[in-house]
């Protein structure tokens, strides 16, 4: 770190420390100071839920011992709710971490990224030295996935990547077509990697949703976590299911034993025991998102449909970050996503007076 920045810091210490109890604590986050609307982060507008906030108090006294290493009361929990074994459980430091180990698991030498999509995918294969093949969607199509994936998935492959519903473009793919896909890599002895971060915005989730199918598809290894759902992105939770034991168990060993601290399993269990936070979430979100739409469409903008909570949109200002920016507002630019370029931004749904705000910044840009 450089000198300049060390002493800044310093500086920002020891004020905290002589205004401890009235210090702003989001100086520790991605947020930093807090001063931008920030419509980059697609994690759950409703906040962390109550039932996580009023309870966090129980876990102080047990925090001078190390956390549970296989997450076992956790564990059990998901299984219940997803109904599989719990040995075919993984939980981890979030998705990505989970990402990384089957990655660095199985060590592909040849994979398929269905493209645009999450980039974290490729930097992982990137790390095992694995050659990607990007099979891009046609924004003409509205990104949907098609058939000609069964193409091109071949015997050279030992991976395949797939994110449901896709970030960033929303897009979901149903069960039926993704057992086809299935059913073409087991022939071809490739693991499916679906990516479920998303798929639970969705309140008939349950039938899109690839969990079940890992009790028959022993080369399907699902990914999920608490981060967007329920908006726990600082506890750092996420888990697997796969029923490939082999496997979870090579992933297993890829990293650390103490993953998931103490705090992070307890909030998981919580919003486990919530039985309201998610309905209010379906309240809101399917409201939200097609006003928002509606009024996105009004605009000089091409705004694609999405099952997620954000929307991706395409713009001709080439600079709209930088627009937004100046104007106190993130979004998320696109440019970094394969097949995309910075004329595309993806945007969270956020709260009604904050979408409101956006909407009325985009109209003085573009009108």
């Avoid at 999450?118 to 099979?135: G, I, S």
């Avoid at 993953?259 to 992070?264: E, G, L, M, N, R």
């Avoid at 106190?328 to 993806?346: N, P, T």
Wanted: hydrophobic content about 40%; some cysteine.
């Amino acid at each position: 770190m450089d000198d300049w920045k060390t002493n800044e810091y310093l500086e920002v210490f020891y004020f905290m420390r002589s205004n401890f109890n009235n210090y702003s604590w989001k100086v520790i986050t991605e947020y930093g100071d807090g001063t931008l609307i920030d419509f980059s982060v697609n994690t759950n507008s409703l906040g962390i839920p109550r039932v996580v906030k009023e309870n966090m108090n129980a876990i102080a006294d047990i925090s001078d011992v190390y956390p549970d290493p296989e997450c076992n009361q956790l564990t059990a929990c998901l299984a219940e709710k997803y109904n599989v074994p719990a040995i075919h459980i993984l939980c981890g430091n979030g998705a990505d971490d989970l990402l990384y180990r089957v990655v660095f698991a199985v060590k592909p030498k040849h994979a398929i990224i269905v493209e645009p999509t999450f980039e974290e995918y490729q930097r992982a294969l990137k790390l095992v030295n694995c050659d990607v093949l990007h099979y891009t969607l046609s924004e003409a199509d509205g990104f949907e996935l098609d058939e000609e994936i069964l193409s091109v998935i071949q015997p050279d492959c030992d991976m395949l990547f797939l994110c449901n519903p896709n970030n960033p473009t929303g897009q979901i793919v149903s069960k039926p077509f993704i057992e086809k896909i299935l059913d073409c890599c087991v022939k071809n002895n490739i693991i499916v990697v679906i990516d479920e971060c998303f798929i639970e915005f969705l309140p008939q989730w349950r039938d899109y949703s690839a969990k079940r199918l890992t009790t028959k598809y022993e080369n399907l290894v699902v990914i999920d976590a608490f981060t967007k759902t329920y908006s726990l992105a600082g506890f750092r939770l996420g888990f697997c299911i796969s029923s490939n034991i082999r496997l979870l168990s090579r992933m297993y060993s890829c990293g650390q034993s103490f993953s998931v601290s103490t705090p992070a399993q307890f909030a998981g269990l919580c919003v486990l025991m919530d039985e309201t936070y998610m309905q209010k979430t379906y309240q809101f979100l399917l409201s939200e998102r097609d006003w928002l739409v509606g009024e996105l469409e009004k605009l000089p903008l091409m705004v694609f449909p999405s099952k997620g909570n954000f929307l991706l949109f395409k713009s001709t200002i080439k600079n709209m970050l930088q627009e937004l920016l100046i104007r106190g507002i993130k979004v998320r630019d696109c440019s970094q996503f394969y097949g995309l370029s910075s004329a595309y931004c993806r945007i969270a749904i956020r709260k009604h007076s904050d979408n409101e705000l956006l909407l009325k910044v985009l109209a003085d840009i573009l009108l």
